[in-house]
């Protein structure tokens, strides 16, 4: 009999268990290794090329070296043991039987300039409205090519407006129409750029377009949904009629709200970022509502929706440019 099996088969059935139950993010952060909180589904190991853990601390992927697992097969690929190693590791040759939950590094920083409006608990407060609209718009229309109907309409339905520190202010409403939850994104194009969710937002009432039939899309920020409606309105010279939300972020907990509250959808389509982050919030939402849901994934181009757009809008400039020029040399 070959030696490996040999070894495999002295384990016992509760040997295997214990292995097996012993969760990723506490061997992780047990054996040194730093954990990064990207949102609330998932965590990643900077420096191993998109390396996340499912927030329950049961299954891995990495995602550039198309490998995943459980826990052993993580010991496998993180300390390069042999099956039979990974086992005797987890199971009490290192001491690895730890309760605490991981010490992670929060991936999404709130800038200085900002931190003394965070307010841990306490009433939800939009930030007080400028009296001009002019900041919030040459950056929405002019910088990030967004449609100036579709910016104006957003901001008649008071879902965005431009605050005192001349920054856009994206805004999430519940039923009663009484503002939830409010992200803020400066409007400067170069230098220092902050973005942060005012104190107290509450991340289950999203920033939404309402639709007309029974399909969602799923957008990681407020820009990239008004971006798609810019690129459909644009390109297809069609009306979007699906309903559009913003997750601010990936965590599902706006799309979980708004498919309760609207019982008439019935697919789901993804349009988050097209990085590793955003192909494994797709594949965690996925998991979570196949059963209900017909889910379809249309990631962009590019990185998001609206670098898409600025790309297009570059292409179409040159273009018209180009015929200008073609007009005026046949002229001469």
């Known amino acids: 009999m070959p030696k490996q099996i040999y070894q495999e ?4 059935d509760q040997q295997l268990q214990q292995a097996n139950s012993t969760n990723i993010l506490d061997y992780a952060n047990n054996r040194g290794y730093p954990i990064m909180k990207v949102s609330n589904t998932a965590y990643k190991i900077p420096g191993h090329g998109g390396l996340y853990i499912n927030a329950d601390g049961q299954k891995w992927n990495w995602f550039s070296q198309n490998k995943g697992g459980g826990v052993v097969q993580f010991v496998m690929e993180m300390e390069k ?3 039979v190693d990974a086992i005797k590791q987890l199971i009490g040759d290192s001491g690895n039987t730890v309760a605490s939950r991981p010490e992670v590094i929060d991936a999404i920083k709130i800038p200085a300039t900002s931190q003394s409006q965070i307010v841990h608990k306490g009433e939800f407060i939009l930030p007080e409205k400028n009296n001009t ?5 040459a950056y929405l229309i002019n910088s990030r090519c967004i449609d100036k109907g579709i910016v104006y309409e957003f901001i008649k339905e008071g879902k965005v407006y431009e605050n005192k520190q001349r920054s856009c202010v994206f805004v999430g409403f519940d039923d009663t129409g009484q503002a939830r939850y ?3 994104r400066s409007t400067n194009t170069y230098g220092k750029i902050y973005k942060f969710d ?11 377009c309402k ?3 029974g399909t969602v899309c799923v957008f990681e920020a407020p820009i990239d949904l008004m971006s798609y409606l810019t690129i459909t309105k644009k390109c297809l010279n069609e009306e979007v009629t699906q309903h559009c939300i913003s997750l601010g972020g990936v965590s ?6 708004y498919l309760k509250k609207n019982k008439q959808i019935k697919s789901i389509m993804l349009c988050l970022d097209n990085d590793e982050a955003g ?3 797709c594949q965690q939402i996925i998991q979570k509502y196949k059963e209900r849901y017909d889910i379809t994934e249309n990631y962009p181009i590019s990185k998001d929706f609206n670098e898409d757009l600025v790309t297009l809008q570059i292409e179409q400039n040159r273009c018209a440019s180009r015929e200008e020029e073609d007009e005026y040399e046949c002229s001469l």
Request: hydrophobic share 40%.
């Open 252 to 257: 599902d907990k706006a799309l979980d709200y």
């Open 81 to 83: 043991l042999s099956w």
């Open 182 to 184: 409010a992200s803020v």
């Open 211 to 213: 639709g007309k039939d």
């Open 198 to 208: 005012v104190a107290n937002s509450d991340k289950a009432y999203p920033f939404s």
């Open 279 to 281: 192909h494994f919030a």
């Open 133 to 137: 609209f002019n900041h919030m718009l």
């Open 9 to 12: 088969r002295r384990f016992s």
